[in-house]
């Protein structure tokens, strides 16, 4: 068998069509790659009408691509229908916003204690966990705080407390991203607590129960001798500006009237009609 008939047996055993098949197949190949490519080239999906964020649109006649939203729509979770439970405010009769001195949920001993426990982490580094204005970072140089315990604070409605912790007050910034409305509300009850029990009086006392002096507690349990006396700040305490006796001094005991007395002079009787 001589070279030629060696490569016939080898080609035929093999199974190949003759030379240039790979070729041809290579081909074939590029060729249908090239018309998938064409054929996903249309631009009918880019060229098509549709919104582009912060641009401009001809879909609209005012050509604005970012549309208002629906009138008298509101997103799932924020259908608010008590308005004073998620503001504390009720529109008055003069139609400014009012605040009541009310509740809008009945207070229960897991309310208060709710309260409390929020009270003291949130609250007590500027106004102390009896709520005199005296908080830990008052006493390292913070300005001080308010003193819930002043007779402007005591004359001040429930729902002020929540309006405060949701929209902050002066230095104080707001806590709505830390406590949820039903936590503002609980520390709103809890502070209204604590003044009822700083400012108790011998008739807020149980018949039959036994009332002592805070000094005496004091020295029976062998406190520190100021433990009983006023509150005072201490030297560190910064005070931006004058204090206004009206508004209260923080840490001050006993407060000062809310409004001081004024004195008017009586009117002039009236001359008599001539006869």
Request: hydrophobic share 35%; with cysteine; aromatic share 8%.
């Amino acid at each position: 068998m001589n070279l030629h008939e060696k490569q016939g047996l080898g080609t035929k055993g093999l199974g190949t069509k003759g030379p240039g098949t790979r070729e041809r197949r290579f081909v074939a190949a590029i060729g249908f790659a090239a018309l998938l490519l064409v054929a996903g080239c249309r631009q009918d999906m880019h060229n098509q009408p549709k919104l582009i964020p912060q641009r401009g649109s001809e879909m609209f006649a005012d050509h604005r691509g970012a549309r208002p939203q629906v009138v008298n729509t509101v997103a799932r979770g924020q259908l608010h229908e008590d308005s004073y439970f998620y503001t504390g405010v009720v529109e008055g009769a003069n139609g400014y916003r009012e605040e009541k001195n009310e509740m809008p949920f009945p207070v229960t001993m897991d309310v208060l204690k709710r309260g409390q426990e929020r009270f003291n982490v949130y609250c007590t580094p500027c106004h102390s966990r009896v709520g005199n204005g005296l908080g830990m970072i008052v006493d390292r140089g913070y300005k001080p705080a308010a003193n819930f315990h002043d007779q402007v604070r005591l004359a001040q409605p429930v729902s002020h407390y929540f309006y405060v912790m949701t929209h902050g007050y002066g230095a104080m910034p707001d806590y709505s991203a830390q406590l949820t409305p039903e936590e503002r509300w609980a520390v709103a009850a809890y502070i209204r607590a604590l003044q009822l029990s700083q400012a108790a009086t011998e008739k807020d006392v149980p018949s039959g129960v036994q009332v002592k002096d805070l000094k005496d507690i004091a020295q029976e349990k062998h406190l520190p001798a100021g433990f009983a006396q006023p509150w005072m700040l201490p030297d560190t305490a910064i005070q931006a500006y004058p204090p206004v006796a009206k508004e209260g001094y923080p840490a001050m005991a006993p407060a000062n009237p809310g409004d001081p007395a004024i004195t008017i002079p009586k009117s002039k009787p009236a001359p008599a009609a001539a006869q």
